[in-house]
């Protein structure tokens, strides 16, 4: 597949329709008012390589209070130094994996995803152009590695899996690939992009 072939093939699932998605799909019962949520963009970096299409994660740093070593995209909140979400995934990919916002050309965005902590999450979709070597900020990221599109891709390879969470079962997407657990918000942003590209 030639990277013509894959910004066509992403411009054409982001222009078909999607939905808002959340951490509560699977659980509406317990789902919070949406109001007042705080927006944040992360970055879907996509990449040709010789093996292929391949999407950039992060594994973020064991030391951090929120979310520590778990799998997710480079992105943030919105600064106020940010125009809005678009900026901040491009901002943020720069200082947690050295990619260059030059380097990205931007294909557009899909519908915001709300998380358990109160984020309307933007996932911008971007293609990388040129070679990339990944710089991890040893402060925020142990880890930047990519996983095939051809895995990501294929709702097939999405498991459903559950765990008591404030004292109810709380069941959540994962898309595990070699030693990666890739589950919760990144999992279920994946799988929209999935639906999409299988659409």
Known sequence: MTAPDIRTRLLAALARPG?????????????????????AG?????????????????KRASH?????GQIAFAGGKVDPCDTGPVAAALRE????????????EVLGQAEPHQ???????????????GPFRPLPEAGEVDEAFAVPLSHLGNPANYRIEGRIWRGQKRLYYTVPHGPYYIW?????????????LTQ
């Open 19 to 39: 939905r808002p998605t959340s951490d509560f799909d699977l659980n509406p019962a317990l789902a919070p008012d949406a109001t007042g949520l705080r927006p």
């Open 42 to 58: 992360v970055l879907v970096a996509i990449e040709e390589t010789a093996q292929g299409p391949v999407v950039w994660l992060t």
């Open 64 to 68: 951090l209070k929120h979310h520590p």
């Open 93 to 104: 990919a720069q200082e947690e994996i050295g990619l260059d916002p030059a380097s990205v």
């Open 115 to 129: 998380t358990v902590t109160g984020f309307a999450v933007t996932p911008v979709y971007g293609l990388i152009r």
């Open 184 to 196: 919760g918000a990144t999992a279920r942003i994946l799988r929209a992009m999935a639906d999409r």
